[in-house]
């Protein structure tokens, strides 16, 4: 199989990477892989920018406390660039996460808040090291720091979040391999056990067979990692960061291919609690930058949630010594029936025509410690493109002692409660409708006063008003005017004279709760609009910054759009944040039922007309 440029780094590419760092990048023996994945060509170069194959690596380098980047040239086996990034904390890996966890559990003034707590075997301890942010405080400066969250595994043993130890957070410092303190707020009970996740007896037994079967074989057609599905194209990537990403998606129009997005990825995300208690305040994931959701794949041939006829795509990642870990199963595609997709019936002659939906679905699924995201991907025969979040797992569960109300969450078990939170996604769309040179727009609705022009009051006024800049297309969503986003193509007229446009259609949303002060607030603003658009840029990758890790925030997106660039008629970036609001209930205790949050781009002015009234009826 010939690669194709935007292929995933494959297994031998990763260990070619390694192997000219290693010699030519000049790092100590401490130093490891936070990084290698594929150095996507720049695409404003054209062909020539994307003859070569190259690695993005970062490594960290404990002895210095530095950070390395680069891109090798794997086939002439040479650095192409390397430097240290001042200030930048890499992500914390997986191996960092065991390590801290290994160094709390042999630390004796840890094993004496056990003590205090009954808890003598530290075997069933679950310690998870997650980042510390960034709070300004001067003690914390040059440490790799973790704060702690601890939990003592149920008695069923299928649970290690089963029974939260309350106000107990170990402090690591994960550069020097040292426990820095160990943060004692006071004993609180260990909640009892309720918390198993696999119960073997009375399960329900009314469930019949549910059968999927695709005689003819599925309707997609995969070559390496291009997939052609009824008149979608589209090439599935990976990155071991953002995890699934899809490239060069387009949809054939009468015989010719129209292209509609470069490029679509979920480059950040963060998970801010709302308790300011002094254990709590830290707590925030920036689950893509400060971890990888790559790394946190599931190998799928472990269990999936799909029926029919399923491909799978394999994807390799690498530990932290560089060595190329395969992970099977890592993207997951399937053709789903979808119910409806449109019917007629003519009331005078009976007749009706119903046509079923049929659409692909590229998913992925991530775990995250106690969380659990599921990444799909919707590509529908009208030429909609829907992206969901499937949130599930264990929420987040903290102790809390006995008669106590809980001020910022709810009591979800015994002992248990768990505070409220957000999760909130940004998405990148690398747009290109009908090419690379679109503009964006807003659309609006608004009633008018009554008057000559609306003497009922039924009016509805509609407005599209252009965002010609940066700074003018940071958006909301408002209900109060059914609040939309277009993104059309100037140069390319549909039927009707109008510019091709695909609208980004809102779902559920949610607006953060963060003082504009916070530490987290800085590091994570692009929550705060809903839609963002910036030209494009080849290393204008991550909405909150290319190092989030105790990042002081800034960076990203409020950094880029200071600069109020243009965004007419040019080649377009869309960031939209889908945020989920969470007050956990006891039904999301022992694992939360699945979570849907969701949006879609839907092509307005795309066609100029239903592009599926060739679907033909009653083909199951
Ligand atoms: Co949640």
């Known amino acids: 199989m010939t690669s194709h440029p935007l292929d995933p780094l494959t297994e031998h590419e990763i260990s070619a990477s390694v192997l000219v760092i290693r010699q030519q990048a000049g790092l100590d023996k401490s130093a490891w892989f936070e990084t290698i994945t594929l150095d996507?060509?720049?695409?404003?170069?054209?062909?020539?920018?994307?003859?070569?194959?190259?690695?993005y690596v970062c490594c960290y380098e404990p002895s210095s406390n530095r950070t390395y980047v680069?891109?090798?040239?794997?086939?002439?086996?040479?650095?192409?660039?390397?430097?240290?990034?001042p200030g930048a904390q890499a992500r914390i890996v997986t191996e960092e996460f065991a390590l801290g966890a290994e160094m709390v559990r042999a630390d004796e003034r840890f094993q004496e808040a056990c003590a205090r707590r009954g808890i003598t075997d530290l075997d069933k301890v679950l310690v998870e090291t997650w980042s510390a942010g960034n709070f300004g405080l001067e003690e914390e400066q040059g440490m790799r720091l973790a704060y702690c969250y601890c939990w003592l595994i149920n008695d069923a043993g299928d649970n290690r979040y089963g029974r939260p130890i309350g106000n107990l957070h170990p402090v690591v410092d994960l550069r020097r391999r040292k426990v820095v303190r160990i943060d004692d707020f006071g004993v609180i009970d260990i909640p009892p056990d309720t918390a198993a996740i696999r119960p073997t007896e009375n399960l329900r037994s009314d469930i019949k067979p549910l059968e999927i079967t695709q005689p003819e074989g599925p309707g997609f057609v995969v070559d390496g990692f291009h997939v052609a599905w009824q008149k979608w194209s589209i090439r599935v990537g990976f990155d071991i960061r953002e995890g699934l990403v899809l490239h060069n998606i387009s949809y054939l129009d009468q015989g010719r291919p129209r292209p509609v997005m470069h490029r679509v990825s979920m480059p950040e995300m963060v998970v801010p609690y709302g308790d300011p208690s002094p254990g709590n305040f830290r707590r925030n994931a920036f689950d893509t930058g400060e971890y990888g959701i790559g790394l946190a794949l599931d190998a799928l041939e472990l269990g999936c949630d799909c029926l029919g006829h399923i491909h799978y795509f394999d994807v390799c990642t690498h530990d932290w010594q560089g060595n190329p870990v395969i992970k099977k199963n890592a993207v997951c595609m399937h053709?789903?029936?979808?119910?409806?997709?449109?019917?007629?019936?003519?009331?005078?002659?009976?007749?009706?025509?119903?046509?079923?939906?049929?659409?692909?679905?590229?998913?992925?699924?991530?775990?995250?410690?106690?969380?659990?995201?599921?990444?799909?991907?919707?590509?529908?025969?009208?030429?909609?493109?829907?992206?969901?979040?499937?949130?599930?797992?264990?929420?987040?569960?903290?102790?809390?002692?006995?008669?106590?109300?809980?001020?910022?969450?709810?009591?979800?078990?015994?002992?248990?409660?768990?505070h409220v939170h957000q999760h909130a996604f940004c998405f990148r769309f690398d747009m290109s409708v009908d090419g690379d040179h679109n503009s964006v727009s807003e659309v609006e609705f608004n009633t008018p006063p009554i008057g000559p022009a609306n003497p009922q009051g039924n009016a509805i006024e509609i407005t599209e008003r252009n965002l010609p800049s940066e700074a003018q297309a940071q958006r909301e969503i408002n209900m109060a005017s059914a609040r939309y986003w277009r993104v059309s193509n100037p140069n390319c007229l549909n039927t009707f004279g109008n510019p091709t446009a695909y609208k980004l259609a809102p779902g559920s949303n949610a607006l953060p709760f963060l003082h504009s002060e916070s530490s987290v607030a800085k590091r994570a603003a692009f929550m705060f609009k809903h839609f963002w658009a910036t030209p494009y840029r080849a290393d204008e990758k991550y909405p909150a910054g290319w190092f989030p890790n105790q990042g002081e925030g800034g960076l990203g997106l409020p950094e880029w759009t200071k600069a109020d660039r243009s965004l007419e008629n040019t080649d377009l970036v869309v960031w939209y944040t889908l945020n989920f609001h969470h007050l956990p209930r006891p039904e999301d205790w022992p694992v939360q039922p699945v979570v849907y949050a969701s949006f879609e781009w839907m092509p307005d002015g795309f066609f100029s007309e239903n592009p599926a009234l060739d679907v033909p009826p009653n083909r199951l």
Not at 40 to 55: C, F, K
Not at 77 to 84: I, V
Request: charged fraction near 20%; glycine fraction near 12%.
């Open 335 to 418: 053709e789903e029936d979808f119910g409806l997709l449109w019917k007629h019936t003519d009331a005078v002659t009976g007749k009706a025509r119903t046509v079923r939906s049929r659409r692909l679905v590229i998913s992925s699924i991530c775990t995250i410690g106690n969380y659990v995201y599921g990444f799909y991907y919707y590509f529908y025969q009208d030429g909609t493109i829907g992206v969901e979040v499937k949130a599930t797992g264990i929420p987040f569960p903290t102790a809390i002692a006995k008669g106590e109300v809980p001020e910022y969450g709810t009591i979800i078990a015994p002992g248990i409660q768990s």
């Open 70 to 85: 680069g891109v090798v040239r794997i086939m002439a086996a040479e650095l192409e660039s390397w430097g240290h990034v």
């Open 40 to 55: 996507e060509p720049d695409r404003t170069l054209g062909p020539a920018g994307a003859s070569e194959r190259r690695a």
